[in-house]
């Protein structure tokens, strides 16, 4: 009889122990729920944390690129300049003037960049500076490449003749040589031919007839 007794408390106390059992199973499977919703959480907070780090990069790239591209615009500009002005300087021309010195014996040369020689800039350079008699002007003027080379053709206005019968021997020669000088190195030309109204120069001391070189200083004194 007490063997029979005992097996309803046998029975009770498993049910019990399953009954605890369940309840540790059900009270874990919350808490492990919990901790991935954790993890989970963890990880999206991560991910808008690189993609600020990656909208940053692309960013600084950008700046990075933007600035190297606006050097390299403002590198092109100044070249673009520079080969501008150095363009403009090859399409100048040399002008080149023979100013008699002091001392009457000899020239000062003078050279200078213009756009565009003339005749008439040469005579207005010449006159300026007290080279040549006032008021002298250009009549005509041509250009004869032949077999002696580039022979200048130049007439000027008969006031010019006016002004060199006033002067002694020197002072023709300078203003002459004043005249033919500018005229041969500025067109670098091999001789040039200078009539006054469209009469050969003559004074009382020389006549200055036909092509006309290159003046030397020495034979002024």
């Known amino acids: 009889m007490r063997k029979f007794r005992l097996l309803p408390v046998i029975a009770v106390s498993t049910v019990l122990m399953m009954g605890i059992t369940g309840c540790e199973s059900t009270t874990q499977q919350?808490?492990?729920?919990?901790?991935?919703?954790?993890?989970?959480?963890?990880?999206?907070?991560?991910?808008?944390e690189t993609s600020k780090e990656?909208?940053?990069?692309?960013?600084e790239t950008?700046?990075?690129?933007?600035?190297?591209?606006?050097?390299?615009?403002?590198a092109e500009k100044k070249e673009d300049i520079?080969?501008?002005?150095?363009?403009?300087?090859?399409?100048?021309?040399?002008l080149t003037l023979y100013l008699p010195n002091e001392n009457a014996d000899g020239?000062?040369?003078?050279?200078?960049?213009?756009?565009?020689?003339?005749?008439?800039?040469?005579?207005?350079?010449?006159?300026?500076?007290?080279?040549?008699p006032d008021s002298v002007t250009v009549v005509s003027f041509g250009e004869d490449q032949g077999e002696n080379g580039l022979i200048l053709k130049l007439d000027l206005s008969s006031n010019f003749v006016e002004g060199l019968l006033n002067m002694g021997t020197?002072?023709?020669?300078?203003?002459?040589?004043?005249?033919v000088n500018s005229f041969l190195d500025t067109y670098q030309a091999d001789g040039i031919e200078i009539t006054a109204g469209g009469n050969v120069i003559e004074t009382g001391h020389t006549s200055f007839e036909g092509v006309l070189n290159?003046?030397?200083s020495n034979e002024s004194q």
């Not at 520079?82 to 040399?94: A, I, N, V």
């Open 30 to 48: 919350p808490a492990k729920e919990e901790t991935k919703k954790e993890e989970t959480k963890e990880e999206e907070t991560k991910q808008p």
């Open 54 to 59: 990656t909208d940053s990069e692309s960013t």
């Open 62 to 74: 950008k700046d990075t690129t933007e600035e190297k591209d606006g050097k390299d615009s403002e």
């Open 82 to 94: 520079t080969k501008e002005t150095e363009s403009e300087k090859s399409q100048e021309e040399q």
């Open 107 to 132: 020239w000062n040369v003078t050279k200078n960049q213009i756009e565009q020689v003339t005749p008439d800039i040469i005579i207005g350079q010449l006159v300026g500076a007290g080279a040549i």
């Open 170 to 179: 020197a002072g023709e020669y300078l203003t002459m040589g004043a005249v």
């Open 214 to 216: 290159h003046f030397d």
